[in-house]
């Protein structure tokens, strides 16, 4: 049983590099998200998807892009790094994103911004 | 804006030992509140989910309370073993989707042999 799988573990990019950053769910789940963790912060939502063609913005938007073709898959997208995105980053997904489901999350991306 | 603290930052303390570990906010006015666990490298892994009409929840050693009143949780662990070493957070649901969680910094624990 995957769960939620993200690809790739580590990540070094140039600044002005673009990567797209994977998450994948088997477990039939309609709400997917991500967040990231810096260290003496809490986790911050990025962006999150109710369902495939739909996705909304979270609390720190700015720099990233996503879009939910499938159910399956949300990909997040940095268009032109920069070394304030250096963090972990963590895929998100519930069944519907209801407010007392439980959240499954992924292992998780370094990503490091040179 | 809701904000979640935890206090400790961090704790070291011998095994077997029952102990508490510390979650404030803001806003009562939540949904629920979450007690997730982080080990080094992963991601989080949801341990026990108290509703806001509830007062706590137990899953084998673990036991969280919810005092919305006082805008308080804790999570109590007791009979620590080493493998309870992790950090711990909580996360209080404000909004009315899983977009509405806020993250406290969370507690690491460590567990001596």
């Known amino acids: 049983n995957a769960g939620v799988t993200q690809t790739p573990k580590f990540q070094v990019l140039k600044t002005g590099q673009s990567m797209t950053l994977q998450c994948a769910q088997d477990?039939?789940?309609?709400?997917m998200s991500w967040y990231r963790q810096d260290p003496g912060m809490g986790l911050r939502l990025i962006h999150y998807?109710?369902?495939?063609?739909?996705?909304d913005q979270g609390e720190v938007p700015n720099g990233y892009n996503v879009s939910r073709s499938t159910t399956e898959d949300f990909p997040l997208r940095l268009l032109s790094a920069a070394p304030s995105q250096t963090s972990v980053y963590f895929c998100?997904?519930?069944?519907?994103?209801?407010?007392?489901?439980?959240?499954?999350f992924g292992s998780g991306t370094q990503l490091s911004v040179l | 804006k809701q904000e979640v603290t935890q206090i400790p930052a961090a704790l070291s303390v011998p095994e077997g030992e029952n102990l508490v570990l510390n979650c404030s906010f803001t806003?009562?006015?939540?949904?629920?509140l979450q007690w997730f666990r982080q080990d080094p490298g992963k991601g989080l892994t949801s341990l026990l989910l108290?509703?806001?009409?509830?007062r706590e929840q137990t899953s084998g050693r673990l036991n969280a309370s919810l005092d919305k009143s006082s805008g308080r949780s804790t999570l109590y662990i007791a009979a620590s073993q080493p493998g309870d070493s992790a950090t711990y957070l909580c996360?209080?649901?404000?909004?009315?989707?899983?977009?509405?969680?806020?993250f406290g910094k969370g507690t690491h624990l460590i567990i001596q042999p």
């Open positions: 108290i509703q806001s009409s509830q």
């Open positions: 998807s109710v369902g495939a063609g739909i996705t």
């Open positions: 996360a209080a649901h404000s909004g009315g989707g899983a977009d509405g969680l806020t």
């Open positions: 477990m039939n789940h309609e709400y």
């Open positions: 806003d009562s006015a939540i949904y629920n």
């Open positions: 998100a997904s519930s069944y519907y994103g209801g407010a007392n489901e439980k959240l499954f």
